[in-house]
């Protein structure tokens, strides 16, 4: 243990902490606000699915801008700054009233998300050996999940106490995040490290991030997978509930495997996927994604369900810590967070995903539309295997001309 502990930078650890102290209040609020704006207001639901939906799309635009403004002005003003209005947002969650500052407050909820996770994933990379970036980004994607299975258990629980307690409790956490990352990242001197170098302005760096092939593909890719992805927070529950009685319960179930799946599996298999390289993990992560949910449509009861979400969960394994790593191998040094945030752009697949597969559900029927979705998945391997041919292809003609 002493050992793991000291092969990794101490603001690794605290990032990793952090995530799943962060993440766990984070899923103990948000998951309910539509609920709290249907209690408290008198708003309609068309305003309420307005209101939830502004911070994923900002936080679609703000990825590159805040990774890019990180590469400019260095992880830790660009991080600290995100955590502390953060931790403001939900406390102006707890107090405000109207519509309309609710919407402005989850616009910039979805901004500072989108600042501050490709921040932290440049940092992560910026302290951390090459060959230790897999492991580190996967024992993060194992503290996203952590956190995301305590989160709403807690959150049910406080709101029956209070709904305003939550955000309450959910702005000390990122308050105290934030103070515990300013007092280390003063101990341990994180600074910006592309200090003295010429760093892209934004309009350069938007050209760069345009010429990049690889990276269009891998984002292409990305929208695909997340367009399945997104059906298991939409059109899978709406499916379970119309064939099966106990429809509600097994969806319960289900996100409960997924989430004790990952975090029995994340080390074992991360290990595993070191000896391959990252395309490789990307390939397998795709193609069990798409066995996954060809599985949904072909089940029929509780075991096929579980079964397909099982092998869905161990393709999200190798696929998404993977994709990290594949971001921070085509990335420039000096403009690593701006290519982070760009692959934020991968959640247009989250955004465009539920309404695709809510019209294929009610045209035709759930069995169809997760063999739809299996093709779709089975798509982005094409486009992550052309992004990293590209990639290869530019390294052997960079060491030729040199």
Do not use: C
């Not at 799946?261 to 397998?284: C, D, G």
């Not at 029927?365 to 063999?371: A, D, E, K, V």
């Amino acid at each position: 243990m002493r050992k793991t502990f000291k092969s990794y930078h101490p603001i690794v650890w605290t990032l990793l902490a952090g995530t799943v102290f962060a993440r766990g209040a984070s899923f103990a609020a948000m998951p309910f606000l539509a609920l709290y704006l249907s209690r408290t207001t008198d708003v309609s639901p068309i305003l309420i699915g307005l209101t939830i939906g502004i911070g994923p799309l900002t936080g679609t635009i703000g990825g590159f801008i805040g990774g890019h403004l990180s590469d400019r002005y260095g992880r830790k003003v660009v991080m600290l700054t995100t955590i502390f209005v953060w931790a403001a947002v939900f406390f102006g969650f707890a107090f405000s009233e109207h519509v309309l500052a609710f919407m402005l407050l989850n616009a910039v909820n979805g901004l500072s998300r989108s600042f501050f996770e490709p921040t932290s994933q440049a940092l992560m990379a910026d302290v951390t050996e090459k060959e230790k970036r897999l492991k580190v980004f996967s024992m993060r994607y194992m503290a996203i999940n952590i956190g995301a299975s305590v989160g709403p258990l807690l959150g049910a629980y406080l709101g029956m106490i209070s709904a305003n307690l939550t955000f309450v409790i959910t702005g000390i956490a990122y308050m105290i995040y934030g103070i515990v990352l300013l007092i280390l990242m003063n101990k341990y001197k994180i600074t910006n490290v592309n200090e003295g170098k010429a760093v892209a302005s934004f309009k350069e760096a938007f050209r760069v991030i345009g010429r990049d092939v690889s990276l269009r593909y891998f984002i292409v890719g990305g929208i695909l997978v997340n367009i399945g992805y997104s059906q298991i927070e939409s059109s899978l529950p709406q499916h379970l509930n119309s064939s099966l009685e106990d429809g509600v319960v097994l969806y319960s179930v289900l996100l409960s495997a997924n989430a004790i799946t990952v975090v029995l599996l994340q080390i074992p298999l991360s290990r595993l996927a070191e000896r391959w390289k990252t395309l490789h993990a990307m390939m397998i992560g795709s193609l069990l994604f798409t066995a996954g949910f060809i599985g949904f449509g072909l089940s029929g009861g509780w075991t096929g369900f579980i079964l397909s979400m099982t092998i869905v969960t161990i393709g999200e394994i190798f696929l998404f810590p993977s994709g990290s790593v594949f971001i921070d191998k085509i990335a420039p040094d000096e403009m690593r967070g701006t290519y982070f945030g760009a692959a934020q752009f991968r959640s247009i697949g989250h955004s465009a995903g539920p309404m695709f597969g809510g019209w294929i559900l009610s045209q035709y029927s759930g069995q169809l539309l997760f063999f739809i979705i299996g093709g779709v998945i089975a798509a982005s391997m094409w486009f992550y295997y052309a992004g990293n041919a590209r990639y290869e292809k530019q390294i052997q003609q960079n060491t030729l001309s040199a």
